[in-house]
C-alpha cells in the first residue's frame, strides 16, 4: 500500500528549501524516526515502533510562482499493518503542515489506505444494505402480499423497478431500489386517517374509546413506530438517524472516494448496530397484528398523492354530478348528526345521504368490505335514519395498472349486498381528464 503527497509551500530560502532541510523538520517528531529510505512511527516517544515504510522525497520550485513542492511518497508491504501506516500518514500530513502554517496545502495524489479501506467497507455495508431489504421484503409479504411491490409502493419508486434492467425473474424488488429509499417504507411518516374525517370527530362533547384511537391515528406515524419499536426497543428517528450517516458514508464507497480509518470504523460501528436491531425486528415479524384495516392503510400510505387531496376531490365531483343529475346538493355541515356521510341529495320528495370513497380497483372489495362493516353502526345510529330514501355509498375508482375487470367489481357488490336490504346503494365510477365523475 502507498500513499503519495504534494506538499506545496512558499519558497523561503531559509527555511526548508531542499530535501535534507524537509528531513530534519520531520525527525523533529518525536514519534518518527528516518533512517535512509526508510520511516518508523511509534505511538509513544519511548514506544516500540508500530510500523516502517519506504520513504522517499523529491522537491523542486514551482518555477511560474514563488512557491517550492515536496513530493513524498511512503509505501509499506504489510496489508496487516494498515491502521498503523494510516496514523503514520496522518502524522506526516499533520507535521508537514507546521512548514509554514496557513500557507502550506498538503495534496494526496495516492491514498492506498483509503482505497483497502474503502474495499473492507463494501461487503459491510451490503451485508446491512440487503438485511434491510430482507426485513421490508418480509414485512410487506406479510402484511399485503405477493403483490406489495405495485401495492405499496410509491408509483415513483416502482417506475424505478420496472425500469431495472437485469431480467431475472427471481430477483427481489427492493435489489431495484437504491439505498435511501428502502428507508421511505419503514420510516416515512404517514397519518392514517384524513383531515375530513378527524373533521367530522372533533366536534363530538362525548368521546368513547373508538373515537380517542381514531383521532391519535392523526398524528403522523411510520410503520416503525406503529409495528416495529415497541417490539425492539429502538426508537424511529434513532434507526432513521443511523441509516442515512451509513448512506453518505455509503456514497464515499459506491463513488470510489477513499476513506479514512475513523470512518472505516464508523461504518463497522453503524453497521453492527443496525445489523443488530434489524435482526431483532426480522425474529419479532411473527409478532406484529395487521388488521384489514392496518393493511389497507400500508397499501393506501404508499401512493403518491394526499389522501385527503383525493379524497377532496372526489367528493367535490361526485357532488357535482348529482348537481347535473337534477339533485338539490346540501354539503354536510360538521355538527350535523348527519356527518357520517359528505352530503344530502334532494329529488322529488326523496333525501339520500351520500357517502364518498376513492379506492383502486383491486383494493375495492377489502376496503367496502372493511368500510360497510365500521359505518353501518353509526347510520342506524342517526335518529334521521328512518327519514332517509337511501343511502348512496359511491366509490371513485383510481386509476391503475391492475387491469381488473369491472364485471369482477359488480359482483363484488352484490355480494357486499346480500347483508344490505334496499336501503343502501353501491355505485362506482371514476375521474375522467377533466376530474369530473363519471359512473362506470
Known amino acids: 500500500m502507498k500513499t503519495e503527497f504534494l506538499i506545496l509551500m512558499p519558497d523561503d530560502e531559509a527555511f526548508c528549501s531542499n530535501k535534507k532541510a524537509f528531513i530534519d523538520f520531520l525527525k523533529v517528531d518525536s514519534l518518527i524516526s528516518i533512517t535512509g529510505n526508510k520511516i518508523n512511527y511509534r505511538k509513544t516517544p519511548k514506544g516500540k515502533d508500530q510500523v516502517t515504510a519506504k520513504f522517499r522525497v523529491e522537491t523542486d520550485k514551482v518555477k511560474s510562482n514563488n512557491e517550492r513542492y515536496f513530493l513524498l511518497v511512503l509505501e509499506c508491504e504489510q496489508q496487516s499493518q494498515i491502521d498503523e501506516f494510516s496514523e503514520l500518514s496522518e502524522r506526516i500530513k499533520s507535521i508537514v503542515e507546521r512548514i509554514s502554517p496557513g500557507a502550506t496545502a498538503v495534496n494526496t495524489l495516492w491514498d492506498g489506505v483509503g482505497r483497502i479501506y474503502a474495499e473492507k467497507a463494501y461487503p459491510i455495508i451490503n451485508e446491512v444494505e440487503n438485511l434491510m431489504r430482507r426485513l421490508i421484503a418480509k414485512f410487506m409479504l406479510v402484511t399485503v402480499g405477493m403483490n406489495w411491490s405495485k401495492d405499496a409502493i410509491n408509483p415513483e419508486l416502482f417506475k424505478k423497478i420496472e425500469k431495472f434492467e437485469d431480467e431475472d425473474p427471481y430477483i427481489n424488488d427492493l435489489h431495484k431500489l437504491d439505498f435511501i429509499h428502502l428507508s421511505q417504507v419503514l420510516f416515512e411518516k404517514k397519518r392514517d386517517i384524513s383531515l375530513e374525517e378527524l373533521d367530522r370527530l372533533l366536534p ?11 383521532i391519535l391515528r392523526y398524528i403522523p406515524r ?18 432513521e438517524r443511523k441509516w442515512e450517516l451509513l448512506y453518505k458514508l455509503r456514497n464515499k464507497v459506491a463513488h470510489n472516494r477513499n476513506v479514512k480509518k475513523s470512518e472505516f470504523d464508523q461504518i463497522k460501528g453503524l453497521a453492527s448496530n443496525i445489523k443488530e436491531v434489524i435482526g431483532k425486528a426480522t425474529a419479532k415479524l411473527g409478532e406484529i397484528d395487521i388488521n384489514e384495516e392496518d393493511r389497507e392503510l400500508i397499501i393506501f400510505s404508499y401512493r403518491s398523492e394526499s389522501p385527503s387531496a383525493i379524497g377532496y376531490q372526489s367528493e367535490m365531483a361526485v357532488a357535482e354530478y348529482y348537481a347535473r343529475s337534477g339533485y338539490e346538493v346540501t354539503p ?11 352530503f344530502i341529495a334532494l329529488k322529488e320528495g326523496k333525501t339520500i345521504a351520500v357517502e364518498v370513497k376513492t379506492s383502486r380497483r383491486a383494493s375495492f372489495y377489502p376496503m367496502m368490505r372493511m368500510l360497510l362493516k365500521r ?21 371513485v375508482l383510481r386509476e391503475d395498472e391492475s387491469d381488473y375487470p369491472i364485471d369482477q367489481i359488480y359482483f363484488k357488490i352484490e355480494k357486499l349486498m346480500e347483508d344490505f336490504g334496499d336501503k343502501v346503494e353501491i355505485h362506482i365510477g371514476r375521474l375522467n381528464d377533466e376530474n369530473a365523475y363519471t359512473p362506470f
Open 204 to 214: 363530538k362533547t362525548d368521546f368513547n374509546e373508538e373515537d380517542k384511537e381514531r
Open 222 to 239: 411510520s410503520n416503525w413506530e406503529k409495528y416495529f419499536s415497541s417490539l425492539v426497543d429502538e426508537k424511529n428517528h434513532s434507526l
Open 332 to 342: 354536510i355541515p360538521i355538527a350535523s348528526t348527519y356527518q357520517a356521510f359528505d
Open 375 to 395: 359505518t353501518t353502526e353509526r347510520w342506524l345510529e342517526h335518529p334521521e335514519y328512518e327519514g332517509l330514501s337511501k343511502i348512496h355509498l359511491v366509490c
